[in-house]
């Protein structure tokens, strides 16, 4: 199938938003952060990497209730390392969007914005115009700050600003901007904020600890897997659409080995479509996993030489567990022959490597193809 605009040539999307169609379940979860945008309550949307959570931002931005009522920003600050960035960054995304000819946005923000300055470029590849930004002091980022939010502030739409990884800005030089950002933020009428992360840790303690200048502002939605009752279906029809059966043991399979985190089972199931396969039973959904982490077993031997060797033997053992709840117990030491003192230290050091994660009191391997690839190689 020829791929388009709102239609990929592959149904098992990996990344961007093309329409509902290709989105899965999420009902509940949209429903309430539709709610709390309508009820004027700014929302913090936790998830693991790659278990869906710009897909069910970029999906909530495309519905009629949101397009029709509000005007919508996303940004992702992963990459950025300081406020000036972060701001260069949303000041972007908000002028990007003043007019769809390049050429009328910068007339447009010449007159709205003083110390904000768009610059057009041409992409290397393509050639096709893009905006840049530059502060015209960039030594004083807050100045451009505040006329951003004047400029929110004065819109007559509501306005819905998404920020990803906002866990980013305790990670920045300037030390006051998480509340540089409060006090912006607290006056604000018109716009409700979404904020999102994968780093749970780090994003929930600055909603919940009562010194942080974001304590109990926003309240908060964990991104849990999907529900298999409603991934089965979705998965079974997609399949069809290409003349493909695949049973519902394999999708139980599937979702039972990387613990429903959608992305993994996306690229698995993405790679299915296009094979020659008119049956998918778990024994051909096992041997397209055994290929894919061969595929990637050079990667993931480079781990081994990143950890020490206690580290190594955890990873390999809590992916075997497939989620650890009693790691200092007698049964789980002897099992794996390690020392029950260094676990916990061990433990902690793995998961501020982000290759261990923590949910609800149980430790999980991070990458679900490098946890499938320990229980098959040791």
């Known amino acids: 199938m020829k791929s388009t605009k709102n239609q990929p040539s592959n149904p098992f999307v990996l990344s961007g938003y093309f329409s509902s169609k290709y989105f899965c379940d999420r009902e509940k979860e949209t429903a309430r952060i539709l709610d709390a945008i309508q009820n004027h309550r700014n929302l913090t949307l936790l998830s693991l990497r790659r278990m869906g959570k710009t897909g069910l931002i970029e999906h909530i931005f495309n519905s009629g209730e949101a397009k029709n009522n509000y005007d919508c920003f996303y940004i992702d600050i992963y990459p950025t390392s300081n406020l000036g960035e972060f701001v260069k960054s949303l000041s972007k995304e908000i002028i990007g969007k003043l007019d769809s000819k390049i050429e009328n946005i910068i007339k447009k923000a010449a007159v709205l914005f003083k110390s904000i300055h768009p610059i057009i470029s041409f992409d290397s590849v393509t050639g096709k115009p893009e905006i840049e930004i530059s502060l015209r002091n960039e030594s004083r980022p807050e100045t451009s700050l505040e006329e951003l939010f004047s400029y929110l502030q004065q819109k007559e739409s509501r306005v819905v600003i998404a920020i990803d990884e906002f866990q980013q800005i305790t990670h920045y030089p300037e030390k006051n901007t998480e509340a540089l950002l409060r006090s912006h933020i607290q006056h604000m009428t018109n716009v409700e904020f979404i904020y999102a992360g ?99 077993e050079t990667l993931y031997l480079g781990y081994r030489n990143l950890l020490t060797p206690t580290q190594w033997t955890l990873l390999q053992s809590v992916a075997k567990e497939k989620g650890l709840k009693e790691p200092t117990s007698q049964s789980f030491t002897q099992k794996y022959a390690l020392a029950t003192g260094s676990v916990l230290r061990t433990l902690k050091a793995l998961v501020e490597k982000e290759m261990i994660y923590e949910e609800n009191g149980t430790y999980f391997v991070y990458n679900q193809f490098l946890s499938y690839w320990l229980r098959l190689r040791y």
Do not use: C
């Open 198 to 296: 994968s780093q749970n840790h780090l994003l929930r303690n600055m909603f919940t600890a009562y010194n942080r200048p974001f304590y109990q502002s926003s309240e908060l939605l964990f991104l849990q897997a999907i529900p298999l009752i409603s991934y089965m279906p979705f998965v079974r029809k997609k399949m069809k659409g290409a003349g493909k059966e695949i049973t519902p043991e394999a999708v139980e399979y599937l979702y039972n080995e990387f613990l429903g985190h959608t992305w993994y089972m996306q690229y698995t199931l993405n790679r299915l479509y296009t094979s020659s396969l008119a049956v998918i039973t778990p024994l051909e959904l096992k041997q397209q996993l055994d290929e894919i982490t061969k595929e990637n």
